[in-house]
């Protein structure tokens, strides 16, 4: 099974930010890696597949790099609507798997 | 327009088991491009992925929950089962089902978790 790790598992910030999380697999996974935000009490969204590809109506200020074993999300100029946990999750193989989430709080 | 609802009881008790249904709509368990997956996640903790239906009934499974899970679905009626047995407090979560769309080549390539059920709350507890 593939294993994902995130870092950090948290991290604090401002309105404006920027900030970068890092996705890091246990084998290569291609490009095949998905990014999700999940707010409290609502189920996750999709933001970025195939490593960097934005979904459909996500804002630009989210991009994604990395292929291989090494992933990273940014989010560039945060918005108060930003601070939520956001998760990796590969589909190279099954079964699936997710990174344990990483929270963005308001500093 | 796509949704996915799960259904099931609230409160299950310690070697219960589970039986949960997504009903979706929006789109066909018969299209090829199209699967369900369920993906749980405790209170304060992280998602985990447990089971994923394709349009052949093929089925694919965590390795660490396979001997507890079936999945089954039925096109007609537009739903997706899921059982799991033996339930113990430690299963305590949300349970979710979302469409996993394979947008690359073919129906078993790279997929995605595109829409999502609201989730359901399941309790273990005697």
């Known amino acids: 099974d593939i294993q994902m790790t995130q870092s950090p598992s948290s991290l604090s910030a401002s309105v404006g930010d920027s900030v970068t999380i890092t996705c890091r697999t246990s084998q290569t996974i291609d490009k095949y890696l998905n990014w999700y935000q999940q707010k409290p009490g609502k189920a996750p969204d999709l933001l970025i597949y195939?490593?960097?590809t934005l979904h459909a109506g996500v804002p630009s200020r989210f991009s994604g790099t990395g292929s291989g074993a090494d992933f990273t999300l940014t989010i560039s100029s945060l918005r108060p609507e930003d601070f939520a946990t956001y998760y990796c999750q590969q589909s190279f193989t099954t079964p699936l798997s997710f990174g344990q989430g990483t929270k963005v709080e308001i500093k | 327009q796509v949704t996915l609802k799960e259904s099931g009881p609230v409160l299950v008790k310690p070697t219960e088991t589970l039986t949960l249904t997504c009903s979706v709509s929006?789109?066909?368990?018969?299209?090829?491009?199209?699967?369900v997956s369920w993906i749980r996640q405790p209170p304060g903790r992280a998602l985990e992925w447990l089971a994923r239906i394709f349009s052949n009934d093929e089925e694919s499974y965590s390795t660490y929950m396979q001997t507890r899970l079936t999945i089954s679905k039925d096109t007609s009626k537009s739903q997706v089962v899921l059982t799991m047995t033996d339930m113990d407090p430690l299963d305590t979560a949300t349970y979710y089902c979302?469409?996993?769309?394979?947008?690359?080549?073919?129906?078993?390539?790279?997929?995605?978790?595109?829409?999502w059920g609201q989730g359901t709350l399941v309790t273990v507890s005697s």
């Open positions: 979302a469409r996993t769309y394979a947008y690359g080549v073919g129906s078993q390539g790279p997929s995605n978790f595109d829409y």
């Open positions: 195939d490593a960097s």
């Open positions: 929006g789109f066909s368990l018969g299209n090829s491009k199209m699967s």
